[in-house]
């Protein structure tokens, strides 16, 4: 993998033990070992950002006795060529598929003076259906990418998709 550029995969349940571990290696110059400290805390800011969404919004979910849940993802973090990425995904309901989507292209179409303005209005706005936060996190992601994201799901049966998004450091 490493000859692929891929510095580091997870696939599984996502625990807050697993963040925290990640999150720490994401401070020190371990996994983007030769990048400068801005691309460090942009890569450790994304990662939370896209790990929470996984954590929340999966539609695999392990539920343990004490009733703490776990949603299951893969994210890969690495480089193309000089830029670096954290690409991540999770499967999510069907039904959710068109309101993601629709969510994402229309982040996609602002430019960051309006990214900033939908996020400033979304804080102190009510929350979107269907979110389980300000609903500011994609917004973040766009404002801290270095250039655009992609995004995609393939359906996986008749109740879920898998929903990836990519975004450039």
């Known amino acids: 993998m490493q000859n692929l550029g891929v510095h580091f995969y997870y696939s599984g349940y996502i625990t807050e ?5 990640v999150g720490e290696a ?7 070992a030769h990048a400068d400290k801005k691309v460090r805390q942009t890569a450790f800011a994304l990662f939370v950002e896209q790990i929470q969404n996984i954590m929340n919004y999966s539609f695999e979910r392990c539920t343990l006795d004490d009733g703490t ?17 954290i690409d991540c995904g999770n499967p999510v309901a069907i039904s959710d598929v068109a309101r993601i989507d ?7 179409a602002l430019d960051r003076p309006e990214l900033k303005a939908q996020y400033r209005s979304r804080l102190h ?3 979107p ?6 609903g500011v996190g994609l917004i973040e992601i766009a404002l801290r990418a ?13 109740k879920r998709a898998f929903y990836n998004l990519k975004v450039y450091i």
């Not at 033990?17 to 571990?21: A, E, G, R, T």
């Not at 994401?26 to 983007?32: C, D, G, H, S």
């Not at 259906?129 to 300000?134: F, P």
């Not at 270095?146 to 008749?158: I, Q, R, W, Y």
Request: charged fraction near 30%; aromatic fraction near 12%; glycine fraction near 14%.
């Open 17 to 21: 033990q697993m963040l925290l571990s």
């Open 26 to 32: 994401l401070k020190k110059p371990a996994i983007f």
């Open 69 to 85: 849940e776990f949603g299951r993802g893969v994210i890969a973090m690495g480089e193309e060529g000089d830029r670096f990425y």
């Open 102 to 108: 629709a969510a994402l292209q229309d982040i996609q």
């Open 125 to 127: 706005g009510a929350i």
């Open 129 to 134: 259906d269907g979110s389980k936060g300000a």
């Open 146 to 158: 270095k250039s655009d994201f992609s995004f995609g799901f393939v359906e996986l049966d008749e």
